[in-house]
């Protein structure tokens, strides 16, 4: 009788549904007609009028009825670290309690699978856009979002142009606004450049994800090189290669960094991966203190893992991440001496433009594409200079972009929008506000 | 004579794997031109490793031993170098009250998970799945999902260093030896390990016997906890059971252990069994060997070493022909 | 009926009773908060097939007594050969022949290892994770495109239905249904996990049953992996990484005791996969944070397999 009944309620659950949802790919068109929520601000002639009207320039805006509260899903790929949780803290403190919205997040991501799970859950409680911090499958993400009618934005990073071409005129693709891979690339060539500069000569290198073949850290680490082969004299090198594409292509080769010397220049170390048991964390250690070596150049954050090891020494640190307390420590007790960090609001545009998309005035270029916008970061190479930063970014009163800031691009057109974001420094940002 | 014979079977027996490990370990480190022992940090590296292993292998050995598979340990190791490095840093305690607060939260995490044991008296390993995901949860929680730095803090970070581990490692030991050969806590849970029924039925109180092992492995965890967060000044978050890979470092020591314990107090075979692996682990370092072959490595010692210990006899009577 | 004996048909219901209180709390609550209810159940059933599939097959190891912890990091090695495979071949076919085939073959080189030299096959299970989680980094290095290993959408697209995935659940269900409940091999099974000395004393080949209960479970496995990489078909280092724990908790929540023997129940597997997707669907509507919400779960886990469980206690603590 039990498992009798357990056998019916296992295939009558599974049947029901099939039954009751349909049964293809396009299921999410069909669930959002059905309702008629999803889809709700894209769905209608007017507002098809509109998007044609927003299309073609945005030359004029239509005004926007911000009175109903917009569900917006955000796709997390990771909740613990620094920039995750201080972008978190922006959309949760300060964008959820300034603008009639609803933000939802997903669970941590680690796969494309879990990606789209956290879409359909976002169609289901009726969003009507997705802005996405997980990259393991991004044109998934968008024709599932499309499927469904809902919009999709790309937050902190952007697209391979490969990738923009084939959905810069998807209607319900916002765009992308984050630091490209030539940022990350020059982020990382800024870093090294700071110290070869100073006439330091000799470095570890922390690859973070690289291993993993995560493209930011490789095209940062890449940067590094570079620099490096430009100040290390005549012939200098990485593995025979001198310029940019060579040396991210020696990079993906073996998703490792090669010690020895780039001409005059000497990489004493490297430690890759995120492994956090005895051996690596004995790496990290061994590298942190090895004879002659005077700066650890990080792709990530270095100074969580190396800055204790390094204690005593006249080893610098410089990392790239977010504006975090525990970095303003560490930077005044001279653990960490350079920090390129992403600030908090900087996903603020990102947000508006999807925004307006959702109230149904999507912002496109004169050709009627998507977003496609750089964002770099700030640097700080003191504790007074981060201490400066991070007053302004940790603020949920007066963040680096306010209300009023933000309010002008659910306006703008796509130069003035462009124009903006183009303006990320602190010191821009300061003149705006 | 028999005795002499029998003192040189038990100090082959003992000494054989560790010190065979440590010439195969320094022969490799050789072959690369590379000295395994080089720095004062190599040696801190070392025996940070020891002590975490010998540790996390007597705590995970405690219920496993008994039967009970405890997912949790990582979790308590967690949260109570959390709690510990927390009230450190805002009341400006020094290193050795954030020991110790950290070895009182585990015991507290480790009482309460098996509080949760007894009471619901589920299988061990399902209790400890919950227990973990709270544990993870309410770590993420109280931090906000920041976790805990405190890398500039110098006092706390000071900590590592042969002397200060090595103290623990005799300390860790001489309490463990006491609780379980000395005590009548150790006789109860010897006898409950092997055979639970007659036990009970002649009178020995399973449930704070119970209660009483998750406590000391919740100890020992946050010590672990205390001694990972010194070495680099953070302790990063972990969710959806991120906190659970800390038990699978103890399963070749722990084996490795339950043979040398054929010759000594097994206790004693842990800590040889966690030097054992700190060698392999610091070799790994030395050769900066990729994480890949890492993993594979120290699998198939294990499996090799398994079918080893589970095939003695068969490979005696082989070799004897 | 006696009092007792309706007692203990009310309590081996429990996990049902679980599974459709969920079931009513995701409707209220998903009806309150005006949710598209229809596109739901199609989600709850995408993010529950691939544990119900692969926790179906395991409840085989699970009756036995024994406990894989690879099957995670087997499910994601699977697939991933398929994806080479595919990117090789080009046929869908090829792929999913692929997928069973290396399933298969883990789950057989567990169990013949742990067979041949006498090892226990949790700790089998244990290298065998950190040998696959390593296996995954190398196939991804070596045939990849850098982090990944893609099977182009377009080409599962058509397969991406949730009928088509229902209907592999189905028939690999209707099958260990049939295996379990209806041959020898589930009562010999049932009869291991119970009393091990009595089973060998009537005859029963524990290593045969091992062998055979490690086949089901890779099938399991192989399926999974499909229907993974069906559903999304961007293959990286953490794929199905969170099924392994899932299959555990599945199987308990569904009521299946984790000593196995004669409670054991095939079911268990789906209506745990269920109700734990039910679970996470009602903590989504809660919108609690991370931290708050993995201890609620935690706590309804708990809750949950107590109540379930509730008539397999002893006087003495569990193992």
Redesign the interface.
């Known amino acids: 009788m039990k498992k009798l009944l357990a056998m019916i309620l296992c295939i009558a659950l599974c049947m029901s549904t099939v039954v009751g949802c349909g049964s293809t790919s396009g299921e999410g068109n069909a669930a959002a007609d059905t309702t008629n929520q999803p889809a709700e601000s894209a769905g209608t002639d007017e507002d098809a009028e509109e998007q044609t009207t927003a299309q073609g320039g945005m030359d004029a805006v239509a005004e926007l009825d911000m009175s109903k509260t917009v569900k917006i899903g955000v796709l997390v790929s990771d909740s613990t670290t620094a920039e995750s949780l201080a972008f978190q803290n922006y959309y949760k403190e300060y964008i959820a309690k300034n603008y009639n919205v609803e933000l939802m997040y997903s669970d941590e991501l680690v796969d494309a699978a879990g990606e789209k799970s956290a879409i359909d859950t976002f169609i289901t409680n009726n969003c009507k856009a997705v802005i996405s911090f997980s990259s393991f499958d991004r044109m998934a993400q968008l024709n599932q979002c499309a499927d469904a009618g809902v919009y999709y934005a790309v937050a902190t990073g952007t697209l391979t142009n490969d990738e923009y071409e084939s959905v810069k005129t998807n209607e319900y693709y916002v765009g992308a606004i984050g630091p490209s891979l030539d940022v990350e690339f020059q982020a990382g060539y800024d870093m090294a450049k700071h110290y070869l500069d100073q006439g330091k000569k000799n470095f570890a290198i922390f690859g973070g994800a690289l291993p993993y073949y995560t493209e930011m850290h490789i095209y940062r680490a890449a940067g590094m090189l570079m620099a490096m082969v430009e100040a290390g004299g005549e012939g200098a090198n990485y593995q025979g290669a001198t310029d940019k594409d060579g040396i991210v292509g020696k990079i993906f080769e073996t998703a490792t960094i090669e010690t020895g010397s780039i001409g005059s220049i000497n990489i004493l170390g490297y430690v890759g991966g995120y492994d956090m048991d005895e051996a690596w964390f004995a790496k990290c250690g061994q590298m942190a203190q090895m004879d002659g070596l005077e700066v650890i150049l990080a792709v990530g954050n270095g100074s969580d893992f190396f800055g204790t090891s390094a204690q005593g020494t006249d080893v610098k640190i410089a990392s790239v991440d977010a504006y975090a307390s525990a970095y303003g420590e560490a930077m005044e007790a001279g653990m960490l001496d350079y920090l390129a960090g992403k600030f908090s609001a900087s996903i603020g545009p990102i947000f508006a433009a999807t925004y307006r998309a959702a109230l149904g005035s999507p912002i496109r270029n004169s050709e009627g594409n998507a977003l496609a916008l750089d964002q770099g970061y700030w640097v700080a190479t003191s504790s007074e200079q981060f201490n400066e930063y991070y007053a302004v970014d940790s603020s949920v009163e007066s963040p680096a972009y306010t209300k009023d800031m933000l309010d002008t691009l659910l306006t703008a057109d796509y130069a003035a929008f462009s124009e903006f974001v183009g303006k990320y420094s602190f010191d821009d940002i300061k003149a705006i506000q | 004579m028999k005795s002499s014979k029998g003192m040189i079977t038990k100090i082959f027996g003992i000494g054989t794997i560790p010190v065979a490990t440590l010439v195969i370990m320094l022969a490799l480190c050789a072959s690369k031109g590379v000295v395994m022992f080089e720095?004062q940090?190599?040696w801190?590296?070392?025996f940070?490793?020891v002590t975490?292993?010998m540790l996390t292998t007597f705590a995970l050995s405690i219920n496993l031993n008994?039967?009970?598979f405890d997912f949790s340990i990582g979790s308590i190791s967690m949260i109570s170098s959390i709690v510990a490095s927390q009230i450190c840093i805002s009341m400006g305690f020094t290193t050795p009250v954030m020991l110790l607060i950290s070895l009182v939260s585990g015991i507290f995490f480790g009482t309460l998970s098996g509080l949760?044991?007894?009471i619901?008296?589920?299988?061990?390993?399902?209790?400890s799945?919950?227990?973990?995901?709270?544990y993870?949860?309410?770590?993420?929680?109280?931090t906000?999902?920041?976790?805990v730095?405190?890398?500039?803090n110098?006092e706390l970070?000071s900590f590592?260093s042969v002397l200060n581990y090595s103290i623990i490692i005799l300390a860790g030991l001489a309490v463990i030896i006491f609780l379980f050969d000395y005590t009548k806590f150790g006789y109860n849970y010897k006898a409950l390990l092997s055979g639970?029924?007659v036990s009970?039925n002649t009178g020995i109180k399973?449930?704070p016997n119970?209660v009483g092992c998750y406590a000391v492995a919740g100890g020992l965890m946050g010590v672990v906890g205390f001694i990972s967060a010194t070495?680099?000044?953070?302790i990063?978050?972990?969710?959806?059971?991120g906190s659970?890979?800390v038990m699978?470092?103890a399963?070749l020591p722990m084996?490795i252990g339950g043979f040398i314990g054929r010759f000594c107090n097994e206790r004693i075979g842990y800590v040889l069994g966690a030097v054992t692996t700190?060698l392999i682990?610091?070799m790994?370092?030395?050769l900066?060997?990729?994480?890949?072959?890492?993993?594979?490595t120290?699998?198939?010692i294990?499996?090799g070493f398994?079918?080893y210990l589970?095939?003695e006899g068969k490979l005696k009577k082989l070799i004897k022909g | 009926m006696s009092k007792e004996k309706i007692k203990k048909q009310i309590m081996n219901l429990a996990p049902v009773v679980g599974l459709l209180l969920l079931y009513g709390v995701f409707m209220i609550m998903g009806t309150v908060k005006d949710i598209n209810i229809a596109y739901g159940m199609k989600a709850i059933i995408n993010q529950s097939i691939v544990v119900a599939v692969v926790a179906t097959g395991a409840i085989f190891i699970y009756t036995l007594g024994s406990f894989d912890i690879s099957l995670g990091a087997s499910v994601a090695t699977s697939a991933l050969l398929g994806g080479i495979v595919y990117n090789a071949t080009g046929s869908l076919l090829c792929m999913f022949l692929a997928n069973i085939g290396v399933a298969v073959f883990i789950s057989l080189f567990n169990s013949i290892l742990a067979s041949v030299f006498n090892l226990p096959v949790f700790v089998t299970t244990i290298a065998m994770l950190s040998v696959l989680n390593a296996l995954v980094l190398v196939l991804i290095k070596v045939n990849g495109t850098g982090s990944e290993i893609a099977v182009p959408a377009e080409a599962v697209k058509a397969l991406d239905t949730t009928g088509f995935k229902v209907l592999i659940l189905v028939l690999f269900l209707v099958l260990c249904i049939f295996v379990f409940n209806f041959t020898k091999i589930g009562r010999m099974q049932k009869m291991l996990g119970g009393n091990e000395i009595c089973a060998r004393l009537t005859g029963i080949s524990g290593k045969k049953m091992a062998i055979i209960g490690f086949a089901m479970a890779g099938i399991g496995v192989g399926l999974g992996a499909f229907v993974s990489t069906i559903y999304a078909p961007t293959l990286t280092k953490n794929t199905a990484s969170s099924v392994g724990m899932d299959v555990i908790i599945a199987i308990v929540f569904g009521g299946m005791p984790v000593s196995g023997g004669a409670r054991s129940k095939i079911t268990a597997a789906v209506i745990g996969a269920f109700s734990m997707t039910f679970l996470g669907q009602i903590m989504t509507l809660m919108n609690f944070n991370s931290g708050i919400g993995q201890m609620v779960k935690a706590v309804i886990f708990i809750l949950v397999v107590f109540v379930a469980t509730f008539n397999q206690r002893s006087k003495m603590l569990p193992r």
């Open positions: 720095t940090g190599n801190i590296a070392f940070r490793a975490s292993v008994s039967g009970r949760i044991y007894i619901v008296k589920l299988p061990p390993i399902i209790v799945l919950g227990v973990t995901l709270f993870e949860g309410f770590a993420f929680a109280i906000d999902g920041y976790g730095s405190f890398v500039a110098t970070t590592p639970q029924k009970v399973e449930v119970a070495n680099t000044g953070n990063q978050m972990a969710l959806n059971f659970i890979g699978f470092t399963f084996f700190a682990s610091l790994y370092a030395r900066n060997v990729d994480s890949s072959i890492q993993q594979i120290t699998a198939l294990l499996v398994l079918i589970n095939n």
